[in-house]
């Protein structure tokens, strides 16, 4: 016998009917191929009928004992059961569309959008979460983005962004001022010796009219703070911890600052600071440029700082940092943070590099490390 193409290959044919038509020609019945495959008669009433599947074994049979391409038939089976399948449901459509574009599954698992089989109830948080109409719009955010390289936002930034500002629209503050502002870091320059002195942060942010907080950031997203503006007169500043250090902490918090006290984003760009300390030393734009002076001279005075190091360079013993660090009133952690940054050295010193974390959240709500803030619908 020679090998034939087995007829009504399209998706909608069965290959049973194949099967049939191919028993026809040899005027064969079901009783004589299964006597022939050494099955039962049962056997081939069902693969003709569609009710059994033809195996790739099966197939092999078939082909030899009725001269047809089992490859054929095998593609006619899977063509056949791909045509009859249940249509998936729409809740697919909807994650996949999310999921290529933000970080659906970690926005699910942090509570920022809803465990649901029910694509119309998805797509209507996603939308409200990011302020659009339709899953195919892009959300509306222009922004400033300072990253170590060039490129979009990420998804994962935005979905991180976009979590400050819906927490931030929902925080009561004192009225803004840029002087209110300048006093509270005045106040908290007093909070630098300590890592307890975090604790202070989020009421003397409150009463300058900043709306801080603090959401945790995605894996890989490398996002340290932010810092834009609801209104005129209503600044956010958002930070990650993405480092529990308390160099990092307070780097960040004034780096942001600066761009508030400055002004910088009110024309409603978001000022987003990714990968903050590879800027350190590089060349970037002017609004960076001074809000990286703004931080490191919160954190420690450059001059104090730039004779310090000029004067120890290339031996930092512990005693004389611990001794400077007492006389600029900070922690030992603000100091050996900046020396890593200038030496490139990262493992000197590193056990004065303290953990803040658990001291902020002792007197504000995160959102992540297992917590959500409940801002409602």
């Excluded at 593609?75 to 056949?80: F, K, N, V």
């Excluded at 990092?248 to 761009?259: D, I, K, M, P, S």
């Excluded at 400077?324 to 030496?343: E, S």
Aim: with cysteine; hydrophobic share 40%; net charge neutral.
């Amino acid at each position: 016998m020679s090998d034939t193409e087995p007829e009504g290959s399209h998706p909608a044919a069965s290959p049973g009917e194949a099967v049939r038509a191919a028993m026809e020609r040899l005027g064969w019945s079901q009783s004589d191929l299964g006597y022939v495959l050494g099955v039962t008669t049962a056997t081939i009433s069902q693969i003709i009928a569609g009710k059994r599947g033809i195996s790739p074994a099966m197939a092999k049979a078939l082909g030899r004992a009725l001269g047809m391409a089992p490859q054929a038939l095998v593609t006619m089976q899977a063509e056949w059961e791909l045509h009859h399948a249940d249509e998936p449901s729409p809740i697919v459509d909807a994650r996949a569309q999310l999921l290529s574009r933000y970080p659906l599954r970690e926005m699910v698992k942090r509570g920022w959008l809803p465990e649901t089989d029910k694509p119309d109830e998805l797509e209507r948080r996603a939308c409200r979460f990011f302020g659009i109409g339709a899953l195919d719009e892009s959300p509306h955010l222009a922004h400033a983005a300072r990253r170590a390289k060039a490129g979009d936002v990420s998804g994962h930034q935005l979905a991180w962004l976009f979590r400050v500002r819906q927490i931030a629209k929902t925080m009561q503050v004192e009225p803004f001022s840029v002087a209110q502002l300048k006093h509270a870091m005045a106040r908290l320059s007093e909070a630098r010796g300590e890592p307890e002195g975090v604790r202070h942060v989020p009421r003397v942010m409150r009463e300058a009219g900043v709306r801080f907080v603090v959401v945790e950031a995605f894996p890989s997203s490398e996002i340290d703070g932010v810092c834009f503006w609801l209104d005129e007169s209503s600044p956010v500043i958002g930070v990650s911890l993405r480092f529990d250090r308390i160099d990092n902490f307070w780097f960040v918090l004034a780096h942001e600052c600066t761009h508030a006290i400055l002004g910088h984003g009110k024309d409603g760009a978001f000022i987003i600071d990714a990968d903050l300390t590879s800027t350190i030393g590089r060349e970037i734009m002017e609004e960076e440029r001074l809000a990286n002076k703004g931080g490191a001279e919160f954190c420690v005075a450059q001059d104090k700082m730039t004779s310090f190091y000029l004067r120890k360079n290339p031996l930092f013993s512990e005693r004389d940092v611990l001794a400077f660090a007492k006389r600029m009133g900070v922690h030992p952690g603000l100091v050996v943070g900046q020396l890593q940054w200038k030496t490139g050295r990262f493992e000197l010193l590193r056990r004065h590099l303290a953990k803040i974390r658990d001291h902020l959240s002792s007197t504000m709500m995160f959102d992540g490390w297992g917590d959500v803030m409940p801002i409602g619908e």
